[in-house]
């Protein structure tokens, strides 16, 4: 007989690379992890993991055996959720993904607040370079900047972020000046590089005039946003940031607006909620606090005007 222990077990196993990797994921040593094995395998007498190479290979018996344990994972959480929200209790693993940079800045202080607030929760926050609809699944919550993915996504709005075209006052100064979006074709442009997004399309709209899209030829170009940002400070071109990644800068004049009669696509801050369960009491208390400490934007009091 295979125990819930024994497919809590084997579930860790099967999505590690080594025994090494999972004897650190149980904080266990790898020979009690070999040991536990075997003594589990010689209860059925099947072999559940090809161990002769020197990463580890589930058998057919193997994957019958973790698919198995991860659909009984989830009916054993799916009913301690229930349970929970009967009695609206902010209990259970919260898992949260967000950007890297707004992720260090804006949620992880949230969820050290969160942690506080209700010792009952544990919470995993991953940062990524671009959280995005691939991992719904696994999270419950996923912050991102810009447009959602699917249209059948479940979406919130957390709080505006405009995009905003802006440069370092030297190389303004010794720059060409730049009174038309076209007038970029003859600077240095920064550019992120995210997913398959077309990022060297640029695109404009005016009060009082027609809209304006430009190819530009970046001069740098990076996938992290943190870059082009300490790149755009040094003087190397103009960049298309999101508000609060260069309020500060702006409001000290590290950075200058250009073209600021123009404007570009915004970019909100939303929340993807995971549909696993349904929304969680623990989901819907991180949101309410992520919100309440984004209302106001904290980049709209710093950015000069």
């Not at 080594?18 to 790898?30: C, F, G, I, Q």
């Not at 992120?192 to 005039?209: G, K």
């Not at 400070?233 to 590290?254: P, Y």
């Amino acid at each position: 007989m295979i125990s819930s222990e024994d497919l809590r077990f084997f579930n860790v196993l099967a999505q590690s690379a080594s025994l090494a990797e999972a004897a650190r994921k149980m904080d266990v040593t790898p020979p009690a992890v070999t040991q536990r094995l075997q003594a589990l395998e010689a209860r059925i007498g099947i072999r559940l993991i090809d161990r002769s190479g020197r990463r580890m290979v589930l058998t057919d018996e193997g994957d019958l055996v973790a698919s198995h344990g991860t659909i009984v994972a989830e009916a054993m959480e799916a009913l301690s959720e229930a349970l929970a929200n009967r009695k609206k209790a902010v209990s259970g693993h919260l898992r949260i993904a967000a950007p890297h940079g707004f992720g260090r800045l804006h949620v992880a202080p949230v969820v050290d607040a969160f942690a506080k607030a209700h010792p009952g929760v544990t919470v995993t926050l991953d940062l990524a370079d671009h959280p995005g609809a691939h991992l719904v699944e696994s999270s419950d919550v996923i912050v991102h900047i810009g447009p959602p993915g699917a249209q059948n996504q479940i979406v919130t709005t957390l709080a505006p972020n405009r995009r905003i075209l802006c440069a370092s006052p030297d190389y303004l100064a010794s720059a060409s000046p730049i009174q038309s979006p076209s007038d970029l074709l003859r600077h240095r442009c920064l550019v992120v590089r995210e997913n398959d997004e077309d990022v060297t399309l640029w695109r404009f709209v005016h009060a009082s005039r027609e809209p304006e899209t430009v190819r530009i030829r970046p001069t740098m170009c990076t996938n992290d946003g943190a870059v082009v940002r300490d790149w755009a400070v040094t003087g190397q071109g103009v960049a298309m940031r999101s508000e609060w990644n260069v309020a500060a800068d702006l409001a000290a004049g590290r950075l200058k607006r250009v073209l600021a009669s123009w404007e570009v696509p915004a970019a909100d801050v939303v929340a993807m909620l995971g549909t696993r369960f349904g929304r969680s009491a623990r989901a819907t208390a991180f949101l309410a606090m992520l919100r309440q400490s984004l209302a106001p934007p904290p980049w709209r009091r710093r950015i000069a005007r």
